[in-house]
């Protein structure tokens, strides 16, 4: 008895060669989005949770969804998205920035389109480090005359 034979059918994992699967990258302040694209109906999965259990503000569903909205593809593809760091702002960042990373590669022709919106540029604000001999990273420690 082989070591392939002890493998029963339903532990086998199902490829499907069918589906193409899209992945990207977005970041911002701290937070990294790692997405997966999938063909589908428009869903959104965030950690998985459905987007507007995960980002409960309509500010952080709507800058999630402004490059699927600025392409009309937001009932194309179903997202897969694992978001890691940071705050909520900093999460929906990195997701609007992974998402529209993603749609270029699924269609090179968005790119003129994402990149006039602001979608492809990654924000480089970070927060500054503290400093020795600072209390913080511009505020001094308060100075006494005497």
Excluded: C
Aim: no cysteine; proline share 3%; glycine share 8%.
């Amino acid at each position: 008895m082989s070591v392939e034979e002890t493998v029963t059918e339903k532990e086998k994992p199902v490829v499907k060669e069918t589906q193409t699967v899209i992945q990207a990258t977005g970041r911002r302040k701290e937070s990294i989005a790692q997405i997966r694209v999938l063909p589908g109906n428009g869903e959104i999965e965030v950690n998985g949770k459905p987007l507007t259990e995960y980002f409960r503000q309509n500010s952080h569903q709507t800058v999630v969804k402004e490059p699927l909205e600025a392409t009309k593809l937001s009932n194309r593809f179903r997202l897969v998205i694992r978001v890691i760091g940071g705050g909520l702002s900093g999460q929906a960042g990195a997701v609007r920035h992974a998402i529209a990373r993603a749609l270029v590669k699924t269609d090179a022709s968005l790119r003129s389109l994402l990149r006039r919106g602001g979608f492809l540029t990654r924000d480089p604000r970070m927060k500054e480090r503290k400093k020795y001999g600072q209390k913080g990273a511009r505020k001094r420690f308060q100075w006494t005359k005497r």
